[in-house]
């Protein structure tokens, strides 16, 4: 048997290769629409790619299984709860398939999605989806009701965890992904450590698994719905080239120019208008997906072509199909001015200015500045600056700065006097900050 695991780092998304060398044939389960590492993996192991398996449709990130079937004819298979609009040949639970003398054994898993399953590979190894990730275990909330999901979720733990404690286990997302909130970096595990370790699997009660499970405070991004249905639709092939785009597309009516450079970089100098996502950062797709909206017409600022097609991988990856193109040379000569901690202080100290906090509420309840507004980076292009817009310049803060960048480029982009602190956050401020504790909170 020939194994290979496949992460996305920037959405923390993991797909598979099962190939039996004698055979020359691969299954790929859960691909992700940039199809091209798999068909080299295959013509490295002199492998066809006969089959994907798809452990669910999923919601945040568009599937290569389109382009693997239109472009070189493979079988797609998924649980027939999913109802795609596609063709594909229907998974039931403990149904066995094989590839050469590779077993790959169905377990029908729902919680995260109805239609969920995890594969066990010849009963050594199992490919748990989007139900049992290394540390934690699948959101509930995506397709159902959050109580419902997690019923069945906890079930399916169970029958998961009742597999040999040596299986080793393989997720299909790693830290990095919304789909869990303490996933671990590690990309595998085994089901005896997990069951030792994993959080979600310290419930012998379902009622409390449910409660918790069922609470789940995650961001859902916006493009859910979408890739959703694509993913459940009819095949999506390749992609169109990216093009060069004449400087004169960043000034259209209706374009919005998604600067992927750096913050330095956007700081320094960029075009009137444009919102910076660098693709350099954590999370560029989800980010850019957060402030984005899948209908609008794109046009990418960066620093190179290389730069450029690496970005529009992440935004096709979650549903943004169609740019306009992307530019590189191009009057950029608006400046963001960005500010220092020390700075702020005196500003705060001269009532000057308002302190926008982009930070989620968690983080903002551990420790925040007196006075500060509170609006998530990814709400304010959705939700508008009526509520945070008093008349005077706006600081925008995070951790590190790399929100706070996005969240001032929105400001300014809807013309609101805004600066980032973009080298460091709230844990380098050093005047005072209040907690705030919830109602049924711990500690």
Wanted: proline share 6%; charged share 25%; aromatic share 6%.
């Amino acid at each position: 048997m020939v194994f290979r695991q496949f992460v996305d780092d920037d959405l923390g998304c993991a797909s598979y290769l099962i190939g039996d060398s004698g055979a020359g044939e691969a299954f790929v389960v859960d691909p992700a629409y940039a199809i091209e590492p798999y068909l080299e993996a295959a013509a490295e192991e002199g492998f066809r790619i006969t089959r994907v398996l798809e452990t669910h449709t999923h919601a945040d990130h568009v599937s290569g299984h389109g382009r693997l079937a239109l472009e070189h004819g493979v079988t797609v298979s998924i649980h027939p709860l999913a109802a795609p609009e596609y063709p594909f040949a229907p998974l039931e639970d403990g149904q066995v398939l094989h590839v050469g003398t590779v077993s790959i054994r169905i377990v029908h898993t729902p919680g995260h999605r109805p239609e969920h399953c995890a594969f066990v590979v010849d009963e050594r190894l199992v490919l748990t989806g989007d139900s049992l990730f290394v540390g934690d275990a699948a959101r509930p909330d995506l397709a159902v009701d959050a109580r419902e999901g997690a019923q069945e979720l906890f079930h399916s733990l169970q029958r998961l965890t009742a597999l040999h404690d040596g299986v080793e286990m393989f997720p299909g997302h790693v830290a990095g992904s919304l789909c869990g909130a303490a996933m671990s970096p590690q990309r595998s595990s085994t089901i005896g450590d997990e069951k030792r370790t994993n959080v979600a699997l310290a419930f012998a009660d379902m009622d409390e698994f449910v409660g918790t499970s069922a609470a789940v405070s995650t961001p859902r991004p916006p493009t859910t719905a979408r890739v959703v249905q694509l993913n459940r639709g009819p095949f999506v092939g390749a992609p169109a080239p990216l093009r060069t785009s004449p400087a004169t597309d960043c000034c259209k009516e209706g374009v919005t120019v998604l600067d992927v450079r750096s913050a330095d970089a956007h700081a320094a100098g960029h075009v009137h208008g444009a919102i910076n996502v660098p693709v350099c950062g954590n999370s560029f797709a989800t980010r850019a997906g957060f402030v984005l909206d899948p209908d609008e017409r794109i046009v990418l600022h960066a620093s190179s072509r290389e730069e450029a097609e690496r970005a529009a991988r992440g935004l096709r990856s979650t549903g943004f199909l169609e740019l306009d193109g992307y530019v590189v040379d191009v009057d950029a000569t608006e400046a963001a001015n960005p500010i220092t901690i020390d700075e702020l202080a005196r500003l705060l100290d001269n009532d000057a200015v308002t302190v926008v906090d982009v930070r989620e509420k968690d983080e903002r309840d551990a420790g925040f500045i007196p006075g500060s507004v509170h609006m998530p980076y990814r709400l304010l292009r959705a939700c508008g600056v009526d509520g945070i817009a008093n008349g005077k310049p706006i600081v925008t803060i995070c951790e590190s700065g790399a929100r706070a960048g996005i969240a001032a480029s929105v400001l300014v982009a809807a013309g609101i006097d805004a600066r980032p602190v973009l080298n460091g956050g709230i844990d380098d401020w050093r005047g005072e900050t209040v907690e705030f504790r919830r109602c049924g909170s711990s500690g």
